[in-house]
């Protein structure tokens, strides 16, 4: 025990490394942008994942072959991956991109249904989105999860649901993060069933649809949690190992 500590216990009072660390908006600010940063890759990771769709969907309009507009999107995947090898920087955001389009591929080839290629997409935004909805509904939101680990009670992961600030505050970010999920769903599912079903040529459309929805509307839905953050002005100050209720400042 050092001497500071022995005299904050002659005093009465709590040595400072037990304190817990008072975690702000600002803080959880930095925590979704963290987390946010680590899901894109950054800018580069954000083209990377685009130009593998991208390629197979120039491929495919043009050449109107599906196993070559495949071949080409795996390709491009690739090439960026052993670009990254070379480079001797991650290859996690390029790898995921292959894993992508290698799933794309299954669903189109057995199909024969180029459109099916962007299938997994649309079935993974409705689960996601479902999975995220109903963790706010059952008072476990996503967001909570992930600056859970912050907040609280560093020994009981489930401490910082004892504040209703926080887990008020969580459950709007987790909204956000519904919402990006929707849109796709809502935009992307008629462009394919119209293309399935003979209604409509909408392969082009749905192609560029989910680039354009892609990390972009992802970015919305930061710029919004950060917006909901400055707005609230919420410090989500902590008692003494428990959550204590939030304090407005205006």
């Known amino acids: ?24 908006e600002d ?23 685009a130009i593998p769709t991208l390629t197979f969907t120039i491929s495919y309009i043009v050449s109107s ?35 992508g389009i290698g799933i794309a591929a299954i669903f189109a080839m057995r199909s024969g249904n180029a459109a099916d290629a962007f299938l997994p997409g649309i079935i993974y935004n409705a689960v ?9 509904l059952v008072r476990w939101p996503a967001i909570g999860l992930m600056i859970g680990p912050f907040i609280g009670n560093k020994e009981d992961f489930s401490s910082w649901r004892e504040n209703p600030a926080v887990v008020t505050l969580a459950s709007k970010l987790t909204w ?27 392969f082009a459309l749905l192609g560029l649809s989910k680039i354009a929805m892609g990390w972009p509307l992802q970015v919305a839905a930061f710029a919004a949690m950060v917006w909901v953050l400055a707005r609230g002005r919420t410090p989500l100050e902590q008692g003494q190992g428990q959550g204590s209720p939030a304090a407005a400042q205006d």
């Open 65 to 99: 072959e599906l196993r070559l507009s495949i071949g080409l999107g795996v390709a491009a995947a690739v090439l960026l991956g052993v670009l990254r090898l070379v480079q001797r920087s991650s290859v996690q955001y390029v790898v995921t991109s292959l894993f």
């Open 27 to 49: 803080t959880v600010e930095a925590l979704v942008r963290s987390q946010l940063a680590k899901a894109l890759g950054g800018k580069r990771g954000m083209v990377e994942a």
């Open 128 to 136: 996601y989105a479902v999975v995220l909805s109903l963790s706010v």
């Open 176 to 202: 956000l993060l519904v919402l990006p999920c929707v849109i796709r769903v809502l935009v992307q599912y008629p462009l394919w069933a119209a293309d399935t079903y003979g209604w409509a040529d909408t």
């Open 1 to 24: 025990m050092t001497e500071q500590q022995r005299a904050e216990e002659g005093t009465g009072r709590e040595p400072e490394e037990s304190k817990p660390p008072v975690v702000t």
